[in-house]
C-alpha cells in the first residue's frame, strides 16, 4: 500500500509539472455530482455523502488556486433541487451553509452568490449574505444586495487579487437569463425608455452585464463529475465557448490528479471560440 502511495504521488507531481502555467483555464466550473451516488455505493445515508462532498469543497480550492485558476463557479444546489424531499433537502441547505461558512472563515477567497437567493428559505439566504460579507477584504465596502443572486459584494477600489468563488445556489440557467433580463427592463423602465425603445436596443452585451456572473470571464473549462455528461442548464450563456471534461469519478471522491487530468486535457485541445 505505501508503495502504491508513493507511486501514485510521484505520478501526480509529474503531471503538475507537466502542465504549462499558460494554458491553466482563468475560469473554472463544477458540477459537483455525485454526492449521493458516492454514498450508496459507501453504504452511507445521502446527508453523510452531502457532507463528504462538501468537505471536498475546500481542497479543491487550494488545487485550483494552486494551478493558477483566476475564478471557480461551483455548483453546490439547482432551482430543481428545491424540490426535492425535505427531509433530505432540509439537511443539505444545512450543509451547504456550514459549507459556505468554513470558506468565508479561511480568508482565501474572495465569495459571490450566483442564484435566485430569493427563492431559498430567508434564514439560510441570509446566512449565504452574511458568508459572502465576511470573505471580503476588511477595507471593502458593502453595498445593497444587487439583483436576484443577492451579491452584496462590490469591492471599491481596493483591488482584490485572491481567487474568486462563485457559489451557486439555488441555480439555473434559464432562471438566470430570466432574471437578467427581468433586471435589465427595469433599469430601462426606471430611466424612462418604452419596451420599444428597449426592444430596439437591446444586444448580447447587455443581458451579459446583468447575469449572476457580471464582470467576471466566461467559463474556459466546465467539469461535471460522476460520469453524467450533460450540463443540465449550467452556466447556460457563459458557457458557449467553454470546453467540457466529464469525469467518471463522483465528487466526493475527486482526487487532486483527476482535477490535473482535466488540466492537461483542456490544454490539448484547439480553441477555436466559435471562429
Known amino acids: 500500500m505505501a508503495g502504491d502511495n ?9 503531471l503538475a509539472a507537466r502542465i504549462d502555467p499558460a494554458t491553466v483555464p482563468h475560469h473554472v466550473g463544477v458540477i459537483l455530482d455525485g454526492n449521493r451516488r458516492w454514498a450508496k455505493s ?13 468537505d471536498k469543497i475546500e481542497e479543491f480550492l487550494g488545487w485550483a488556486e494552486q494551478m493558477g485558476v483566476q475564478v471557480v463557479t461551483l455548483w453546490l444546489l439547482s432551482t430543481d433541487n428545491l424540490s426535492r424531499d425535505p427531509a433530505e433537502l432540509s439537511p443539505l441547505l444545512d450543509i451547504i451553509a456550514h ?15 450566483v442564484g ?10 441570509e446566512r449565504l449574505r452574511a458568508a459572502v460579507v465576511r470573505s471580503r477584504p476588511a477595507s471593502a465596502e458593502a453595498s445593497e444586495p444587487g439583483g436576484p443572486a443577492g451579491d452584496a459584494a462590490k ?7 485572491r481567487m474568486q468563488v462563485n457559489i451557486a445556489v439555488g441555480y439555473g440557467g434559464r432562471q438566470e437569463i430570466a432574471d437578467a433580463v427581468r433586471e435589465l427592463l427595469r433599469e430601462r423602465a426606471a430611466a424612462g425608455a418604452s419596451l420599444e425603445e428597449v426592444a430596439a436596443s437591446l444586444s448580447e452585451e ?20 460522476s460520469g453524467e455528461q450533460r450540463l443540465s442548464g449550467f452556466l447556460l450563456w457563459q458557457s458557449v465557448h467553454s470546453e467540457y471534461y466529464f469525469c467518471e ?8 490528479v483527476d482535477f490535473l487530468r482535466a488540466l492537461r486535457d483542456f490544454a490539448s ?3 477555436r471560440l466559435g471562429r
Open 6 to 14: 508513493l507511486l501514485y504521488d510521484i505520478y501526480e507531481r509529474r
Open 42 to 54: 459507501m453504504g452511507f445515508g445521502a446527508a453523510q455523502g452531502h457532507k463528504r462532498g462538501a
Open 99 to 113: 459549507a459556505v461558512d468554513e470558506l468565508a472563515e479561511t480568508g482565501r477567497w474572495s465569495l459571490r452568490l
Open 116 to 125: 435566485a437567493v430569493d427563492l431559498l428559505p430567508e434564514p439560510l439566504a
Open 155 to 161: 469591492a471599491t477600489e481596493v483591488e482584490d487579487r
Open 206 to 225: 447587455d443581458i451579459t452585464e446583468h447575469l449572476y456572473t457580471k464582470g467576471q470571464p466566461d467559463p474556459d473549462l466546465v467539469i461535471r463529475t
Open 249 to 256: 469519478v463522483n465528487w466526493p471522491a475527486f482526487r487532486r
Open 269 to 271: 485541445r484547439e480553441r
